[in-house]
Nanobody, 126 residues
Framework: QVQLVESGGGLVQAGGSLRLSCAAS????????MGWFRQAPGKEREFVAA???????TYYLDSVKGRFTISRDSAKNTDLQMNSLKPEDTAVYYC????????????????????WGQGTQVTVSV
């Protein structure tokens, strides 16, 4: 079991940037693949980005490629750098940890993640 705490959300104008951070409390952090998801009002939770256990492989939703970057470090943080933000990026963003999933086809599914943070609101104004 791992506890996840997100931070860094807020209100930003279109074209601006935000950096989300997810702090994990687990002695075996490197055993987990990490992901970011988002959920807008009235919509299903949506995959945004994922990173492998080693950090060597990253995966992105097509609409955020080239704008968002996921990273992880030895301090057990998983960050999501978001640039060129658009109003359609507005959502609650969730950090998640997967102990068993490894392939992209599984990492993009919310059900593959056993642990979730509480979420952080990102609002992009026009």
């Amino acid at each position: 079991q791992v506890q996840l705490v997100e931070s860094g959300g807020g209100l930003v104008q279109a074209g601006g940037s935000l950096r989300l951070s997810c702090a994990a409390s687990a002695p075996t952090f490197n055993n987990y693949a990490m992901g970011w998801f988002r959920q807008a009002p009235g919509k299903e939770r949506e995959f945004v980005a994922a990173i492998s256990r080693s950090g060597g492989d990253t995966y992105y939703l097509d609409s955020v490629k080239g704008r968002f970057t996921i990273s992880r470090d030895s301090a057990k943080n998983t960050d999501l750098q978001m640039n060129s933000l658009k109003p359609e990026d507005t959502a609650v963003y969730y950090c998640a940890a997967a102990l068993y999933a490894s392939r992209f086809t599984t990492l993009l599914r919310p059900a593959s993640y056993e642990n979730w943070g509480q979420g952080t609101q990102v609002t992009v104004s026009v």
